[in-house]
C-alpha cells in the first residue's frame, strides 16, 4: 500500500483545514487507517483512527469535538476534517495504514504497516 497525504498549509487560529490521504491498491477496505503528528523535537503522536469500514472512529483528547476522521472505500482515501485550529496543533501529520488481520490499537503508531510521505500544518495565532 502506498500512501499520499495532501491538503495541508497554513492557516490562522481558529480556521479549518481538511487533509486527504490517498491509498493505491484495491484492498484499502481491509486497513485500519490513522492519523499522526509530529511536532518539532516532540515524539509522533495520535491524532485519529477509523476502523475498516468506517463504523469506529477514535480521537486523542486533544482533538475530540475539533477534528473528523472518515473515508471512502470507494475512493481508497481517508479524511481529516480540522476544525478550530490552534497554534498547538501546528506540525506534520502523516496518514498510516493498519492489516486488518493484526490485533492491536489503531492508537499505538508502532501497529501500523504503511505510512504516507507527510503534509505541514501550520497554525498561526
Known amino acids: 500500500v502506498q500512501l499520499q497525504a495532501s491538503g495541508g498549509g497554513l492557516v490562522q487560529a481558529g480556521g479549518s483545514l481538511r487533509l486527504s490521504c490517498a491509498a493505491s491498491?484495491?484492498?484499502?477496505?481491509?486497513?485500519?487507517m490513522g492519523w499522526f503528528r509530529q511536532a518539532p523535537g516532540k515524539e509522533r503522536e495520535f491524532v485519529a483512527a477509523?476502523?475498516?469500514?468506517?463504523?469506529?472512529?477514535y480521537y486523542a483528547d486533544s482533538v475530540k469535538g475539533r477534528f473528523t476522521i472518515s473515508r471512502d472505500n470507494v475512493k481508497n482515501t481517508v479524511y481529516l476534517q480540522m476544525n478550530s485550529l490552534k497554534p498547538e496543533d501546528t506540525a506534520v501529520y502523516y496518514c498510516?495504514?493498519?492489516?486488518?488481520?493484526?490485533?492491536?490499537?489503531?492508537?499505538?503508531?508502532?501497529?501500523?504497516?504503511?505510512w504516507g510521505q507527510g503534509t505541514q500544518v501550520t497554525v498561526s495565532s
Open positions: 477509523i476502523s475498516r469500514s468506517g463504523g469506529s472512529t
Open positions: 491498491g484495491r484492498t484499502f477496505s481491509s486497513y485500519g
Open positions: 498510516a495504514a493498519k492489516s486488518g488481520v493484526k490485533g492491536g490499537s489503531l492508537r499505538n503508531k508502532s501497529e501500523y504497516d504503511y
